[in-house]
């Protein structure tokens, strides 16, 4: 009889630290939640380079890449996708970071070098004290001189813990998010013609020197002094329609994803997000566009809270000295567990 207690002491402690990590996978915000796949990284990806610099943890599980004086690194999938959810969490650098570039994306430039598609979470370094920021971008058809960028502080510090990132890329809209929060969504619409991304895909995760424009505009660049920089990944889900990249064809795949649509709640918890934490968005740039890309739509809230942060770049003030940035990018299993995602 002493030992009963003893025993349903541990079956409650027990039935609580299951609630917990259920509930570490679990969103609260509305939505339509999906119960979806973690790969292993030998099951779903490949080094791409910098070899020594990766290394695969907790039985491919999770991911580090890292960069030094000596080279960055990065994985791809094995496959390329037509559509999809794809999602990681990942703890980036901390300490003094200028310079540095971690990238999440999507990308078929290996293949179509004069026509590519490209759907981008970039998150860009900065000097010690300073926040780092997350850039979003998607090019379709080769449209690298209209860069359709924006960017964004965070509500936390991204080089504390992991958060997850993730991208919905289907054959009507594409939506990002960070932490299953909406933060943008570009819908495929008819004045966008051929720059909807619209070919097959594969997902990279790299980190390199931006050290020419990442931090200012160049300003800052790379200390090696705080190397190596390790970006680390984990809860990685490639949920999509492979594509044979011979035939460029998909078997029938999940259709669910293409139904999705946010709901009304997410609409409000997105807008709350914008007016918040976005610094930049090309649909305000009057430097670079005069008059806006055609599918912009402009919110006068977003505009206000952009003209107040930048004047000249959103008001289409006449800038004295001015110095573009130049973006570049180097590029050089089994399932064993889910993710449950609210999308």
């Known amino acids: 009889m002493m030992g009963f207690p003893h025993t349903l002491d541990l079956l409650i ?3 609580v630290l299951i609630v917990a990590a259920s509930s570490k996978t679990t969103t609260t915000h509305p939505g339509q939640t999906l119960k979806l796949p973690i790969l292993s990284f030998d099951e779903g990806y490949s080094n791409l380079f910098g070899d020594d610099h990766l290394m695969i943890l907790r039985d491919g599980k999770a991911v580090h890449i890292s960069l030094d004086s000596k080279t960055g690194s990065g994985f791809v999938s094995q496959d390329l996708y037509l559509h999809g959810f794809f999602s990681a969490s990942i703890k980036l650098p901390s300490d003094y970071t200028a310079g540095v570039v971690v990238a999440f994306y999507m990308s078929n430039g290996d293949i179509f070098e004069k026509n590519h598609d490209e759907l981008d979470f970039e ?8 926040e780092w920021r997350v850039q979003t971008n998607v090019y379709g058809n080769g449209s690298s001189s209209s860069g359709r960028e ?10 504390e813990d992991y958060h997850q990132y993730s991208i919905l890329w289907t054959d009507h809209h594409i939506i990002f998010y960070v932490d299953n929060v909406p933060i943008r969504e570009v819908l495929r619409t008819e004045s966008m013609g051929g720059e909807y991304p619209s070919k097959p895909m594969s997902l990279y995760a790299t980190i390199w020197d931006g050290s020419t424009w990442a931090t200012n505009g160049g300003r800052y660049k790379v200390n090696y002094k705080y190397a190596p920089y390790t970006a680390k990944f984990s809860e990685l889900i490639l949920h999509g329609c492979a594509v044979d990249p011979i035939e460029q064809s998909s078997p029938q795949c999940d259709t669910k994803l293409e139904k999705l649509s946010l709901s009304r709640a997410q609409i409000v918890e997105m807008a709350k997000f914008r007016t918040k934490y976005i610094t930049y968005s090309y649909c305000y740039d009057r430097v670079r566009y005069p008059s806006p890309l055609p599918e912009c739509t402009i919110d006068p809230s977003e505009a206000a809270r952009l003209r107040g942060f930048d004047p000249v770049t959103f008001g289409g003030g006449r800038r004295h000295h001015h110095r573009h940035g130049k973006r570049g990018r180097s590029i050089g299993g089994s399932m064993i567990g889910g993710s449950t995602i609210t999308i």
Do not use: H, Q, V
Request: positive net charge; hydrophobic residues 40%.
């Open 13 to 15: 402690i027990f039935s």
């Open 150 to 159: 924006e960017r964004y502080s965070l509500w936390f510090d991204p080089s």
């Open 123 to 130: 998150f860009l370094g900065n000097i010690r004290g300073k």
